[in-house]
């Protein structure tokens, strides 16, 4: 069974196979404990379970691993929903004193959906995705990736395939974790150039002095840009998506000697999108020439046509729930994987496995091992099943991406507990 060939109505089936023998709760609960630096971190989180027909289940929590495996493999949520660590728990937010119960911490979010993007996108519209747009969440991981890096100083970027059409990103320094919800939304502000409801036309508009961050991000467009703008979208191949982009040309170079008219005769004489976009750029900057501020028409139609869209209002609450990684997407089947950035421009969504295909593939895996397994009781089967079910299918390469995340981070734990540590014995 290729992963293609999911089927909605076999999801029942499949899940309690997935969280009985596949899903990652080791590498998960290491995730979400943080080291145990904090004392009930995990037990304080808030987790929310959407079940069989929407049936929508917030405020849940566990005391261990061993608990979150128990109830996911006896609820078998068709949606894994990870909420803010809380100031009680999660489970007791009827019964404490009004007021108290608060949502303290959480990894800093982002949201990349590619329906905000159906304005500059020809190939697809709302949930569809394909090749040819995929490139834009590409350049979203690539431009946000190395501004929360460089810019802000945060390690610990985890981007994760949401299973349909887009990703998500969960920024999960000690510090990302305790900014407040003012922090969150200057964070994006700083990350936003996109700006305006679908009735905007003109989304960006790019002004002097250009900020540092504004040039980074440039230099992931330009190298973007000819091959999805003008190859896949083909902005510039007929009348109609050529007056939209000239439409976002700044007002004071189409006023200042009027170049549309010399730019349809440029247009005229050439025949591809990219020798086209050469004719408007040299035009641009001719105009750019006779005016007293910078004017970037060509990078303000870059960014419209390819810079991250980003819903802030995901990354500006604390207490916003977002998809955990390793959940299921009902509609494709696909389950919501880490992504590797080392493997970034090879990264295709349709080769993300679902859960029909790495059932079937364990199924295949057990049956070549049953000989072996009569040999062995039935205590060390369960123990070995359980480190090593996963591997036997297509899952393993991104649990193994997950894995290298946690590690990473499990060095910094481990100098904050060292440091705790040396302050105690001081006191």
């Known amino acids: 069974m290729m992963s293609y060939e999911y089927d909605q109505a076999s999801l029942p089936d499949l899940l309690p196979l997935y969280y009985r023998r ?6 998960y609960f290491r995730w ?15 987790f929310s379970f959407t079940l069989k027909d929407d049936i929508y289940v917030r405020y849940q929590c566990f005391n261990n691993q061993s608990e979150l495996e128990k109830e996911l493999q006896k609820m078998n949520p068709y949606k894994i929903d990870i909420g803010a660590v809380y100031s009680h728990r999660p489970s007791q937010h009827n019964t404490v004193k009004s007021g108290t119960f608060q949502a303290l911490e959480k990894e800093l979010v982002f949201d990349i959906d590619m329906t905000d993007y159906d304005d500059v996108r020809n190939c697809c519209s709302a949930a569809e995705i394909c090749s040819k747009c995929w490139t834009l969440m590409t350049i979203a991981i690539r431009i946000l990736d190395r501004a929360l890096k460089e810019d802000f100083g945060f390690k610990h970027c985890l981007w994760v395939y949401s299973g349909r059409r887009g990703v998500h990103c969960w920024v999960c320094d000690e510090a990302a974790r305790k900014l407040s919800q003012s922090a969150r939304a200057a964070v994006a502000e ?11 036309i ?12 504004i040039k980074e991000s440039l230099k992931v467009l330009e190298h973007y840009f000819e091959d999805y703008a003008l190859v896949n979208q083909d902005i510039l191949g007929s009348k109609e998506s050529i007056d939209k982009v000239l439409a976002l040309l700044p007002e004071d170079i189409l006023f200042k000697g009027s170049p549309l008219d010399l730019l349809q005769n440029d247009f005229l004489k050439v025949k591809t999108a990219a020798q086209r976009w050469e004719c408007l750029k040299k035009r641009v900057h001719q105009m750019q020439g006779s005016l007293k501020k910078g004017v970037y028409g060509d990078w303000d139609i870059m960014f419209q046509y390819c810079y991250p869209r980003l819903d802030t209002n995901v990354s500006k609450g604390v207490n916003h729930l977002l998809k955990s990684p390793f959940s299921v997407h009902p509609k494709t089947g696909r389950v919501s994987v880490p992504i590797d950035l080392k493997l970034l421009d090879e990264f295709d969504p349709f080769a993300v496995p679902t859960i029909s295909l790495i059932c079937q593939e364990l199924d295949k895996a057990l049956e070549g091992d049953e000989e072996a397994n009569d040999k062995e009781n039935e205590g060390e089967l369960e123990q070995k099943r359980r480190v090593r079910d996963y591997k036997k299918t297509s899952l393993a390469k991104y649990v193994k991406v997950f894995e290298q995340f946690v590690e990473k981070m499990e060095q910094s734990w481990k100098g904050e507990l060292l440091k705790k540590s040396d302050q105690q014995k001081d006191f």
């Open 190 to 200: 700083y990350l936003s150039a996109v700006k305006g409801g679908e009735e905007a």
């Open 32 to 46: 979400l404990n943080y080291g145990g630096v904090t004392k009930n971190y995990f037990q304080n989180r808030e």
């Open 22 to 27: 596949l899903f990652p709760f080791s590498q």
């Open 202 to 213: 003109k989304k960006v508009q790019l002004s002097d002095p250009i900020h540092p961050f």
